[in-house]
């Protein structure tokens, strides 16, 4: 008989949604307040520039792989811990950066250490640490990594008002050494067997066949499609949002506004399911919370210069795009294996970082001087539509193997 899963431990959770607060906070969201000081003091173009974002996101989906199975052989600890200190290296050589080429060192070092610190390594630590809780501790992760943004982007202003953006930059390194290395090597300790993070053959589910069988799986692909469309389409909005709003014949008020607005609903929508998600039933919520982002991009591509459905595409979008993240997050331990969810995880890690690094580019493409962004959203309303669609038919094929 396999071990019983250990008690959900609100402590280990609380203290992973600290280091995701400032892993995202510090890191992926300090760049673009760092970005027009840094270029300022190299002489670098926007472009040269966002190159090295670019880079880290490269990196951060080829190291996808091997830290998923490094986590699904139990260590998640060495992982996360040394991904913080791979950020907190980074950072330090950031730091010190003279020219263009130390700039994109820099971040590529960021970008291995954010694949082993971001959601879903921990996402993974959690659900192989509670097998019937792993939902509920992915939703109370993506709280304070929600807040992220809404934390550091003012706090890293005024670092660099006060001590310029290099002594920012150690001022970060040294929270990654202070607070996150600490506390993922202290707080994941003691890592489960990987039996314990799939339920036992002969309880309602056959024996699991193993990771390469997974890979060919149609369940496997079918999220697959879903995952790697709808990191493209929510990867594809935020940099043109302004502009697209704009365009649609909104005030500039409103155009600064409604992206301000959209983190909040975000936020509210993760609060939403945490409280409410017990009342549903949780495929079926599966199936309606991505159906929120088609929704919200009709409702945008209705707009024209109407506020009422510009603000109909901030709470449809907002909201869908936050629990979206608990979807995805979920959705391979849930309909193809919990034992092997670590690393199926991270197979998807280079092709949703070549998406979501093409989608904002693709969308610039299709920006059209007279019809301005219409084309564009009416391809991301159809990518949208398609995740859904393979979404729904993976929990039906997952269904008929159960």
């Not at 008690?7 to 970005?35: E, H, K, N, P, T």
């Not at 390194?173 to 067997?193: K, Y």
């Not at 496997?220 to 043109?240: E, N, R, S, Y």
């Amino acid at each position: 008989m396999p071990p019983a899963a250990p008690a959900y431990d609100r402590r280990l959770v609380a203290w992973l949604s600290v280091g995701q607060l400032i892993s995202w906070g510090s890191v992926f969201y300090g760049f673009g307040v760092l970005l027009e000081p840094v270029e300022q003091s190299l002489g670098l173009t926007r472009a040269e520039s966002s190159l090295a974002f670019s880079l880290a996101l490269l990196m951060e989906g080829v190291m996808a792989w091997p830290v998923g199975r490094w986590i699904d052989r139990g260590h998640e600890r060495a992982v996360m811990t040394g991904g913080s200190l791979l950020l907190a290296a980074g950072l330090l050589l950031h730091s010190v950066v003279a020219t263009r080429w130390g700039f994109y060192a820099a971040w590529t070092l960021l970008g291995c250490g954010l694949a082993g610190t971001l959601y879903n390594p921990a996402f993974a630590a959690v659900t192989r640490r509670f097998p019937l809780d792993f939902r509920r501790a992915i939703i109370t992760l993506t709280f304070l990594g929600g807040l992220a943004s809404t934390v550091f982007i003012p706090l890293v202003a005024w670092g660099i008002g006060h001590a310029g953006w290099r002594g920012t930059l150690v001022g970060l390194a040294a929270l990654h050494l202070a607070v996150c290395a600490p506390l993922h090597w202290h707080w994941l300790r003691g890592a489960p067997r990987a039996a314990l993070a799939a339920p036992a053959a002969g309880a309602g589910r056959a024996a699991d066949p193993g990771f390469r069988a997974h890979l060919r799986s149609a369940p496997f692909l079918l999220i697959g499609v879903f995952v790697v469309l709808m990191m493209a389409v929510t990867a594809a909005l935020p940099p043109h949002m302004v502009s697209l709003l704009r365009g649609a014949g909104l005030s500039e008020a409103w155009a600064i506004a409604m992206p301000a607005s959209i983190g909040a609903m975000q936020v509210l929508g993760r609060a939403l399911l945490y409280f409410f998600e017990h009342r549903f039933d949780l495929h079926l919520a599966n199936r309606l919370i991505p159906c929120l982002i088609p929704i919200g991009l009709a409702a945008l591509l209705a707009a024209g210069g109407h506020v009422g459905l510009a603000l109909l595409f901030v709470a449809f979008y907002g909201m869908g795009n936050g629990m979206l993240t608990i979807v995805k997050g979920t959705a391979i331990a849930q309909y193809v294996s919990r034992a092997h969810v670590a690393t199926l995880n991270g197979a998807l890690g280079l092709p949703t970082a070549v998406a979501r690094a093409l989608a904002p580019w693709l969308l610039g493409v299709l920006w059209q001087p007279q019809a301005g962004y219409t084309a564009g959203l009416w391809v991301l309303l159809a990518g949208s539509v398609v995740a859904v669609l393979a979404l729904a038919a993976a929990q039906r094929m997952s269904r008929r193997t159960v």
